[in-house]
């Protein structure tokens, strides 16, 4: 196999969430917190995911208080807690081909730990995680910050090159870049153009379905 160890997104890479469960959320948010208030559309949400970034977007943008802040959190986390999304169809053949031809497979994103978690094992593939870094509220921990990667490559006793992460908005690309380890632009999830352009720009590879990551990862 051409990489060793595939370092996955999850939202929007693995899953078919953003559209499903996180931007609903923020409109339930937007209705409560600012009635009356226009709500950005679903490809402007995904535009804000991808610069500056959801928490930049709620405090520079809306001027979300710290306790609306809270209350935004709180919605999403009851979205999330009963609205399990879809995994690409598939995504889990692939993986499971690479793990069980030897590949070593982590996970790298901003849900939680225990949502990422659940939403494998709700397919019967709970075990192909082996290694899992979602959110944290100390940002030197999560991405794009190169913790994560580090731990990754430190545990699985790997050179950057072996590795490959695989997502879909700009946080891998600093990664990449601060890690050495190659990015790959998940391009199956959404079709926006200026996503597009950067991700195809500023990625080693950029794959615009799941079968150009089949061909990369087993040439």
Not at 89 to 107: Q, S
Not at 145 to 174: G, Q, R, S, T
């Amino acid at each position: 196999m051409r990489f060793k160890c595939l370092i996955l997104d999850h939202d929007d890479t693995a899953v078919h969430s953003t559209a499903d469960i996180h931007y609903p959320a923020h409109i339930k948010t937007m209705e409560k917190l600012r009635p009356g208030v226009e709500v950005i559309s679903l490809e402007g949400w995904f535009l804000k995911n991808f610069h500056p970034g959801i928490m930049e977007y709620m405090t520079d943008e809306l001027k979300f208080t710290n306790f609306e802040i809270e209350e935004e959190y709180s919605i999403w986390q009851d979205f999330v807690a009963t609205r399990h999304p879809e995994f690409y169809p598939g995504f889990i053949d692939l993986v499971r081909e690479f793990k069980n031809r030897g590949g070593r497979v982590a996970i790298v994103s901003h849900s939680t730990k225990e949502v990422i978690q659940r939403d494998y094992d709700s397919v019967g593939a709970g075990d192909i995680p082996e290694l899992i870094f979602g959110w944290h509220n100390n940002e030197n921990l999560r991405k794009p910050a190169p913790y994560p990667i580090e731990e990754i490559l430190k545990n699985f006793n790997l050179k950057p090159e072996e590795a490959l992460i695989i997502d879909d908005l700009k946080p891998a690309v600093i990664m990449s870049r601060n890690t050495g380890v190659p990015v790959a632009g998940a391009g199956w999830g959404h079709r926006i153009p200026e996503i597009i352009d950067y991700m195809e720009k500023n990625c080693h590879f950029y794959l615009k379905e799941l079968d150009d990551l089949r061909a990369l990862i087993f040439p």
